[in-house]
């Protein structure tokens, strides 16, 4: 097992389980790679960070020739297997330049892992070959999203190689049934995200005593890093670190400007931990003190966050939070100042899986994330909180993390003291 797993085995067990009952007529198989790395699906089911992986799953057993490589009773007659974990082989070389693999054929025993054979990933092209020719469909649990535009994906690529070349299998989408599987999050899952937001938590603190006049933006996103390099985490997404008519752009990410007197910063960051994300947004005043205007904004938008927060429970709906949110700005006099929407599924990825038109259920996290924008002020105030739904209601998971306004005053004050 990857040493960035966090939780035991047996939950990669009972998914690979799960999915296998969901899609026991055809073989399925999970690339490692995705867009940003690892497939956050092959992780969700492996619980290795490994790109160049891939797992097969054959609910029904399939047929490999195991060769020299196992000269035993099985050498000529195969044997069936259910599950085949392929990772790149050990490269020494690589490894003394720091590019080794996470995990390797070598060093993963396959009895510690819960599949029947671990093998390469050059192999697997071949073991594919064998598998498809006795198989009838294939469910291909993608790691990128499709689309009609542009370059075919990787995914698309390598689904258009297999029907070209078997076309007695018909190729489904297995990546509908992990994103519902994902959808919920588990036990160990919520303490991961858990351990996430502490880290982030930490950055925020050092963040909150390092804000004064005359720093620079990139400054500010530099205590971040160190916090999160210093507990082995990494970005969940680029940081934002903006101040003054810089909080005004969503995806603000050159965080290179002045950090001025009078101003406010808007900090919006997450760590990435053991895979799994946070995705907090604090408004802080440069000075150390709101003033009346600042204070009017910044306590309408805490006022639209803490009412719909009270709104998260189970069967509430991502848009109707939504609605909470801007009503409670519009009331404030800022209805036309929240040009997005104030809430995404977290998890694994930092907009995670899950169908925002679905009802919320126990086992959701999700974002909730109101702002207000105004342009000519100079003015851009956001607060963002991660929630987990609970079977009466919810849990904010990020509640430690400072957000009223005499708690941010008196801190900084403090730290303007020492």
């Not at 697997?124 to 999203?145: E, G, K």
């Not at 890093?225 to 934002?240: C, K, N």
């Not at 752009?249 to 900090?267: E, M, S, T, W």
Request: charged share 25%; proline share 6%; glycine share 12%.
């Amino acid at each position: 097992m990857s040493s960035d797993a966090q939780f035991t085995d047996q939950p990669y067990l009972d998914r690979r389980g799960l999915l296998m009952e969901q899609l026991e007529k055809g073989l399925i198989l999970i690339p490692g790679a995705g867009p940003e790395g690892v497939n956050p699906n092959f992780f969700y089911l492996t619980g290795i960070p490994e790109p160049r992986g891939a797992l097969l799953l054959a609910p029904a057993g399939t047929r490999v020739s195991t060769g020299r490589a196992n000269p035993g009773p099985d050498y000529v007659r195969g044997k069936i297997v259910q599950q085949i974990l392929f990772l790149p082989r050990a490269d020494p070389l690589a490894a003394r330049w720091g590019e080794g693999s996470v995990a390797t054929s070598d060093s993963v025993d396959a009895a510690a892992v819960g599949v029947d054979l671990v093998a390469s990933s050059s192999s697997m092209d071949a073991m594919l070959t064998v598998a498809l020719r006795q198989a009838h469909r294939l469910f291909y649990v993608r790691a990128f999203s499709p689309s009609l535009g542009g370059d075919d994906d990787p995914d698309s690529e390598f689904i258009g190689r297999v029907q070209r070349r078997f076309a007695h299998v018909g190729v489904g989408g297995g990546t509908p049934h992990v994103d519902e599987m994902r959808r919920c999050k588990d036990a160990g899952e919520v303490e991961a995200i858990e351990r996430s937001v502490a880290v982030t938590a930490e950055a925020l603190d050092r963040v909150l005593r390092e804000i004064r006049p005359g720093v620079r933006e990139h400054a500010i996103e530099a205590e971040i890093a160190a916090v999160y390099r210093a507990h082995g985490a990494g970005h969940a997404f680029e940081p934002i670190v903006g101040c003054g008519d810089n909080a005004l752009k969503l995806h603000y990410r050159a965080n290179d400007g002045p950090v001025d007197d009078g101003r406010l910063i808007l900090v919006d960051t997450g760590a990435s931990l053991a895979g799994y994300k946070s995705d907090i947004t604090r408004t802080y005043p440069v000075s150390g003190k709101f003033d009346a205007r600042q204070r009017e904004i910044y306590e309408a938008v805490l006022r639209a966050e803490e009412e719909t927060i009270a709104a998260c429970k189970p069967g509430a709906l991502l848009g109707d939070l939504h609605a909470i949110a801007h009503k409670a700005i519009a009331r404030a006099g800022f209805g036309d100042a929240l040009p997005h929407g104030t809430g995404h599924h977290l998890g694994l990825e930092t907009h995670d899986v899950g169908d925002i038109h679905r009802p919320l259920v126990p086992g959701n996290v999700i974002t909730i994330e109101p702002g207000i924008y105004l342009a000519d002020e100079g003015i851009g105030v956001r607060i963002e909180d991660d929630v987990l739904i609970t079977d009466d209601g919810h849990r904010v998971l990020s509640d430690r993390i400072p957000k009223d306004v005499e708690s941010i005053e008196r801190i900084m004050a403090g730290a303007a003291r020492e």
